[in-house]
């Protein structure tokens, strides 16, 4: 096995799966770096050794390997491994551990409060990077038959208080951003996510033929959460929306006229959008549309939570939390009518109205 000294340190080659990898010594001194590439290659064939029962041994199982295999599983079961590789590499930078063994609780420990005093990192991201190393110590405990307890458990998350912030936009603003977006496609693509609580890739992804102006109704397809019902939500069009979107022309087969679909095409929407909202009202993103009409869904009182996570196609009603925004004067109604007596409370001026107009209907009717 031959050293290279590529800048600063040396470097050997090893292959892992049949595939090359450059290995740092991290040594400036080719005598020292010679030493730990015996000590590495021999450390490893070692790693790859599985004890009788089949199991991987925490005494020789080396840190690289355990990536190496960690990694293979998150890609093949996660949604976002990209967060795991980032550990990875952070974990790499400030510790330079070579056994498994060695991320032990007061390495963790010393791990995060690094990241917090010279990464200058918030507490909430602390704790996302804890769970990713709580994960590889369940993978490595669960699917490699290692036998010890998980030191990353004894390590609890910083407290942090939860912040929202995300805003939600007024319904002058709303209006606002409906008359002054443009082009057309980016008007059309407002009115999907104001209407409906869409996200900016379902809005990009409808087509004309989920519109049935007959019945009145859109089909809405999840492209974010998995759903178990193969059939899309079908939701009546408010009437301002259906006004608007029968005036639209037919360019192409999606209704904004534009394509979308791959993810750098809403990348690059996604900012554009955030200009026009910026120009527009000052701040805001596609995403403040859907808190919008969930948030002015939740201030209505007539509208029903269950309504709200039919029509938002929410399935856990604890995510409506990061949602609802309320409003000042839903919070001092709500906080001053828990004790009102309901049998006694005073008639509003539109129900007053309502039976002013009755009575005079009814007079009306009875001089007829």
Not at 265 to 285: A, E, M, N, P, Y
Request: hydrophobic share 35%; net charge positive; with cysteine.
């Amino acid at each position: 096995m031959k050293l290279t000294k590529r800048g600063k340190y040396y470097y050997f080659r090893h292959y892992v799966d049949g595939k090359q990898h450059w290995q740092n010594t991290k040594e400036t001194e080719h005598m020292k770096a010679k030493v730990y590439m015996e000590d590495f290659l021999s450390a490893k064939n070692k790693s790859n050794q599985k004890t009788a029962n089949g199991k991987y041994n925490i005494d020789t199982l080396l840190w690289t390997d355990f990536c190496k295999l960690y990694m293979d599983w998150a890609n093949s079961t996660k949604k976002a491994p990209e967060s795991d590789t980032l550990v990875i590499k952070q974990i790499n930078k400030h510790l330079g551990i070579k056994y498994l063994k060695e991320l032990d609780e007061p390495k963790i420990r010393h791990y995060l409060s690094v990241r917090k005093m010279f990464d200058k990192i918030k507490d909430s991201s602390l704790n996302r990077q804890l769970h990713v190393i709580k994960s590889m110590w369940t993978f490595a405990i669960n699917n490699l038959g290692i036998d010890v307890k998980s030191p990353a458990k004894l390590v609890k998350d910083k407290p942090v208080a939860r912040t929202v912030k995300i805003q939600f936009y007024t319904i002058e603003q709303k209006n606002k951003i409906l008359e002054q977006a443009n082009p057309l496609y980016m008007k059309v693509l407002c009115w999907l996510m104001f209407s409906f609580a869409l996200r900016l890739k379902e809005a990009a992804l409808v087509q004309w033929e989920d519109i049935n102006f007959k019945t009145n109704r859109i089909l809405i397809y999840p492209h974010k959460t998995e759903t178990k019902d193969p059939n899309a939500p079908s939701l009546v069009m408010p009437t301002d929306f259906a006004n608007f979107i029968k005036k639209v022309p037919k360019v192409c087969k999606y209704v904004c006229g534009k394509e979308f679909t791959t993810r750098k095409q809403l990348t690059d929407l996604s900012q554009l959008i955030r200009k026009q909202f910026k120009r527009i009202v000052g701040f805001g993103s596609a995403h403040i549309c859907r808190h919008t009409w969930i948030s002015h869904a939740v201030n209505n009182p007539i509208i029903k939570e269950r309504d709200i996570l039919k029509y938002a196609r929410i399935s856990d009603p604890k995510t409506l939390d990061s949602y609802a925004h309320y409003k000042l004067e839903r919070e001092t109604a709500i906080a001053n009518a828990v004790y009102q007596d309901q049998t006694k409370t005073n008639p509003t001026k539109q129900e007053l109205e309502q039976q002013i107009q009755a009575l005079i209907d009814l007079k009306n009717k009875l001089y007829k």
